[in-house]
């Protein structure tokens, strides 16, 4: 029989307009991974907005925690990445919500460890290797069937989800890093395809030019005459 592809998932930055972007294509059918999540707000806005994935960044969250306190490192328990993935994945499962969680940006393999039994984790292939070498019992840390206790469900209009946002200077700070990342990515892949179709389009005027030569000396391409 004849097999049809899977729809893409679009990925969308977790502002509130990407997340109403996304409500929005989800009742289309057209399923969306909400990335550059750094807070609670965000992602209960996902959820509520029947996101189908979202994708907080637990290495950037930590990035962000050892610039601003001057610590080299954080148990693997106490990782702000970990701490803000662990909440997340708890809400979601706690109030029923369809929208998986995918761990994302790990710096370290203690990371990984700590979210053990999350939806989804995306791994880099040094992570990976640095796991297959490691000996021991992984054991299940998140459990979507017994999640941990977790804070009161919130339903957020745009004043909440900003004041939120406003209370919050690693999110607003982390988001906006990478509004700018994915703006200056866009600018750069504009760029590579301007190049490359300026090579298409010379290559082709060259072709045609050879075909005036060609006609103009009453020649066929591809046959000689003698």
Partial sequence: GVQTCALPIFKLASTWEG??????LQK?????????IFSIAQAAACADAGAYLISPFVGRILDWYKKHTG????????????VSVTQIFNYFKTYGYKTEVMGASFRN???????????????????LDQLRSTEGELQRRLNSFDPAPTEQQIHLDRAGFEA???????????LDEGIRGFSKAIETLEAQLAHRLGELEGARAFQHAAQEIFLLNDLEIGRAHV
Wanted: hydrophobic share 40%; aromatic share 2%.
């Fill in 164 to 174: 939120m946002m406003a209370k919050d200077a690693m999110a607003t700070e982390k």
């Fill in 19 to 24: 997340i109403r972007a996304a409500e929005i």
């Fill in 71 to 82: 610590r080299d490192s954080y148990p693997g328990p106490e990782d702000p990445g970990v």
């Fill in 109 to 127: 393999i203690e990371e990984i460890i700590e979210l053990a039994g999350c939806d989804l984790l995306t791994i880099s292939p040094a992570l």
């Fill in 28 to 36: 289309e059918g057209i399923d969306c991974n909400m990335t550059l």
